[in-house]
């Protein structure tokens, strides 16, 4: 069995039969194919769509509640899990024959291409596709669905503002200057246990020159891994740990909504973002419902309250607020560095350059 954050979450609302008329009416956007109400008659007679997910329920809700308010009589079974967990239970399930996702949603942006780029989404051009940026769907068969910013974290009652890093250079010099006061006061992802964490750590390493200088420094002050977000925003925010490296910019910023110990800063330099991958499995029991909430997902609506709600960055440039795509542009314009929707990802899945790569990190970074 795997394990789960959460309670799968199930939402089918019962509403008023007005409410019904006002959804039936939006059914079709506008702009969609004529056909497309076909799609929506077959998702009413499939009934549900299971969604496998690394985004967190809580910030899924929204998202669940108003797709449920469109299409009653779709129910959303929305199972929550970690990156890794994700992939093998999908996997495991594919390769046993029996139920498994519908549509496959993480933030593990190479695992979701390994399962893309093996046959396992369906190529399906979405009526929204032409919102998506160019980087951001590969082959119509997997699309990226926010733009969240990786972050440094730290805490504001303990490391003043003067010395926080705004660039790479920066973070190691600060590492390796301030050793005794940063000994085992950094974190960063458990990269073994977190495949966003390896994702982006990899990553890193293509665009930072100076990467092993990094990584030495963080091995200088013998930083403490975490397989959790979650875990290492708390520890910062309770000063065992005193600064974080790569965190999921979106996490942060909601937490530091509601603890004033909680510091965000983004890297001048570069600054990696981060997309979450959606396909449809191409053997999706209820496949007219999963082509439903992808397209929902991607959508105006939805991506409105991707950015508003769920606060997890709209990539669409048509969604305005303070948590898109477009805001971030006028912050860091050229810094932000995007990791694109295609087979690159897979670089550091093989086999030998995982293993080798692991190998150099662990005694880089003082890991066993």
Do not use: C
């Not at 809700?61 to 929305?78: C, H, Q, T």
């Not at 002050?221 to 005193?242: K, P």
């Amino acid at each position: 069995m795997f394990a789960k954050r959460r309670i799968t979450l199930a939402l089918a609302l019962t509403l008023p039969l007005a409410a019904w008329s006002a959804g039936a009416s939006a059914q079709t956007p506008a702009g969609y194919p004529a056909d497309y109400a076909k799609l929506v008659e077959g998702a009413k007679k499939e009934g549900k769509v299971v969604v496998y997910s690394t985004t967190d329920s809580k910030a899924a809700e929204a998202l669940i509640r108003d797709f449920s308010a469109l299409y009653p009589a779709v129910k959303v079974e929305y199972n929550d899990m970690n990156s890794t967990e994700v992939y093998n239970r999908f996997i495991s399930e594919a390769a046993a024959g029996g139920a498994t996702a519908d549509v496959m949603w993480s933030s593990s942006m190479d695992l979701q291409m390994k399962l893309a780029s093996e046959g396992y989404a369906l190529n399906y051009k979405s009526p929204e596709a032409g919102a998506v940026p160019g980087w951001a769907n590969w082959k119509d068969s997997a699309y990226g669905t926010t733009f969240e910013p990786t972050a440094i974290v730290y805490n504001k009652r303990l490391v003043p503002e003067a010395e926080v890093p705004t660039t790479h250079a920066e973070f190691t010099k600060l590492l390796t200057t301030k050793l005794d006061k940063y000994k085992n006061k950094v974190t960063t992802y458990d990269i073994e246990k977190s495949g966003v964490g390896f994702s982006l750590i990899t990553h890193d390493l293509k665009l930072d020159p100076q990467f092993w200088d990094f990584a030495r420094a963080l091995g200088g002050v013998a930083v403490r891994v975490q397989s959790s977000t979650g875990t290492m925003l708390e520890r910062i925010s309770s000063g065992e740990n005193l600064i974080g490296y790569n965190i999921l910019g979106p996490y942060a910023l909601t937490r530091a909504k509601k603890d004033p110990s909680i510091g965000i800063a983004f890297t001048k330099d570069y600054n990696l973002v981060l997309s979450r991958v959606i396909f449809v499995n191409k053997s999706a029991k209820n496949i007219n419902a999963a082509k439903l909430w992808l397209d929902y997902i991607l959508s105006k609506r939805g991506q409105t309250i991707i950015a508003n709600d769920a606060q997890l960055f709209a990539i669409r440039a048509d969604v305005t607020g303070a948590t898109t795509s477009a805001e971030l542009n006028k912050q860091l314009g050229t810094a932000l560095k995007p990791m694109p929707v295609d087979t690159g990802l897979l670089e550091y899945l093989d086999q030998g350059k995982r293993l080798a790569f692991l190998k150099q990190w662990k005694q880089a970074a003082g890991k066993k």
